[in-house]
């Protein structure tokens, strides 16, 4: 297992490996990650990883936890892309050292109804997230060149150029080049 999150603070950033059970908050005693930021609960949230799925629990915080700008209300599995806000706290999966079984596992399905009603938000959503999204879009490629190098590929398709045919010359029609073209 080799799961890790993102927690960024303000301008501090730091990488934790997921383990069975981790909880966050404010308390520097009874929480196994401490986050000082007065928005946040002594023990706000529980992030567990069971059956390969990470499942995210608000513990009854006073401001609530969110998911992708949404009030979580139960527990909710959380899927690559998406992030666990709490107080001024963002937290996402890194995904720089997922396998491919862990990404397959962490992949959000597609769902064509949801697509459709939720792409209004979407837009939105993602403009709240651009420097994680960014951060995870690079990530993926790293991930994407790492699949290409461990197949044995080469990273960059390589183009066949198609060669162009030359037209041929208008042809001459007098006696004289007919002439010279004969003894030639």
């Given at each position: 297992m080799s799961i890790s999150l993102i927690i960024k603070s303000g301008e501090n950033k730091a990488k934790v490996l997921i383990k069975p059970k981790l909880?966050?908050?404010?308390?520097?005693?009874?929480?196994?990650?401490?986050?000082d930021d007065s928005k946040i609960s002594s023990k706000h949230?529980?992030?567990?990883?069971?059956?390969?799925?990470?499942?995210?629990?608000?513990?009854?915080s006073?401001?609530?936890?969110?998911?992708?700008n949404k009030k979580l209300i139960d527990e909710q599995?959380?899927?690559?892309?998406?992030?666990?806000r709490i107080g001024n706290c963002i937290i996402c999966i890194d995904l720089?050292?997922?396998?491919?079984?862990?990404?397959?596992?962490?992949?959000?399905?597609?769902?064509?109804?949801?697509?459709?009603?939720?792409?209004?938000?979407?837009?939105?959503v993602l403009s709240d997230q651009t420097g994680f999204l960014a951060l995870n879009q690079?990530?993926?490629?790293?991930?994407?060149?790492?699949?290409?190098?461990?197949?044995?590929?080469?990273?960059?398709?390589?183009?066949?150029?198609?060669?162009?045919?030359k037209k041929p010359e208008p042809e001459d029609k007098t006696v004289m080049t007919k002439i010279l073209k004969f003894f030639k």
């Open positions: 909880s966050f908050g404010r308390s520097k005693s009874s929480v196994d990650i401490s986050i949230l529980e992030i567990t990883y069971h059956n390969k799925e990470i499942i995210v629990k608000d513990l009854g006073t401001n609530g936890t969110y998911i992708n599995r959380l899927y690559i892309y998406e992030t666990v720089n050292d997922l396998t491919d079984i862990e990404y397959k596992f962490l992949t959000k399905p597609v769902d064509a109804n949801e697509i459709s009603h939720n792409s209004t938000q979407t837009s939105t690079l990530s993926l490629e790293k991930q994407k060149l790492r699949a290409e190098i461990n197949k044995k590929q080469p990273i960059q398709k390589v183009r066949k150029k198609v060669a162009k045919k």
